[in-house]
């Protein structure tokens, strides 16, 4: 690399630190492939908002990669979802529409530390990235989102392959923005997002598929 690209390169990652994240989970990612006692979940969750009313639910995919130790696993998790039922839940008047928090889609990567506390049981905390978006439908269909820290507790267990957790997660506040379609102004307020999610994944050893 020229010293301009890597002058660059360090510019953009204090600029935005998001992007520095990522570039470590990457690394990180490809570390734990090529280790022993790898592993990797995916699967589905389902749930809802804590602390306000949503009729629609919310529900994620997710994929987790995982080192075994000793003294428990740790791990980088992926996970994106939305509204499980499709819809939104906006409110307003003939002239203002006021984005629900409820509807907003997410995206997050964290760490977390799978601490065994008997044979087949686990605690499960973590932290890391959330990204809270949402399509604003005026004229040039403007998306809108808000970047967050984000941090979470789970419990669960193992059952031969599958593994099946509750976690809470906090996932950060939805943006603000204010905007207009036609004669409709279109509002976000900043609030607070966590979710109660019931997990389900299917666990493969990565040493046996590389």
């Keep these: 690399m020229t010293t301009n690209f890597k002058l660059k390169l360090l510019h953009e990652l204090k600029s935005k630190p998001r992007h520095f994240l990522l570039l470590f989970a990457f690394v990180?990612?490809?570390?734990?492939?090529?280790?022993?006692?790898?592993?990797?979940?995916?699967?589905?969750?389902?749930?809802?908002?804590i602390g306000n009313k949503n009729t629609r639910g919310k529900g994620e995919f997710h994929l987790n990669i995982m080192k075994s130790y000793p003294f428990g696993q740790i791990g980088l998790d992926f996970l994106t979802g939305g509204n499980f039922i499709p819809g939104s839940t906006n409110t307003g008047d003939e002239n203002i529409?006021?984005?629900?928090s409820n509807?907003?889609?997410f995206g997050a990567i964290t760490f977390f530390y799978r601490l065994p506390i008997k044979k087949h049981l686990f605690v499960e905390p973590r932290f890391g990235y959330s990204s809270l978006f949402s399509f604003?439908?005026?004229?040039?269909?403007?998306?809108?989102?808000?970047?967050?820290?984000?941090?979470?507790?789970?419990?669960?267990?193992?059952?031969?392959?599958?593994?099946?957790?509750?976690?809470?997660?906090?996932?950060?506040?939805?943006p603000n923005y204010e905007g207009t379609d036609?004669?409709?102004?279109?509002?976000?307020?900043?609030?607070?997002?966590?979710?109660?999610?019931?997990?389900?994944?299917y666990r493969f050893n990565l040493k046996k598929i590389f």
């Excluded at 990612?29 to 592993?39: E, G, N, R, S, W």
């Excluded at 529409?97 to 629900?100: D, F, G, P, V, Y």
């Excluded at 669960?156 to 976690?167: K, M, P, V």
């Excluded at 036609?182 to 994944?201: D, H």
């Design 28 to 49: 990180l990612t490809l570390q734990f492939i090529h280790a022993q006692d790898t592993f990797m979940e995916v699967g589905v969750g389902i749930g809802n908002v």
């Design 103 to 105: 509807d907003f889609k």
């Design 97 to 100: 529409e006021i984005l629900s």
């Design 182 to 201: 036609n004669t409709i102004t279109v509002k976000s307020n900043s609030e607070s997002l966590g979710l109660l999610l019931f997990r389900i994944s």
């Design 136 to 174: 604003v439908h005026t004229d040039d269909e403007t998306k809108i989102n808000q970047s967050n820290f984000t941090a979470g507790i789970g419990i669960g267990g193992h059952i031969n392959n599958f593994t099946l957790s509750l976690r809470y997660q906090y996932l950060g506040v939805t």
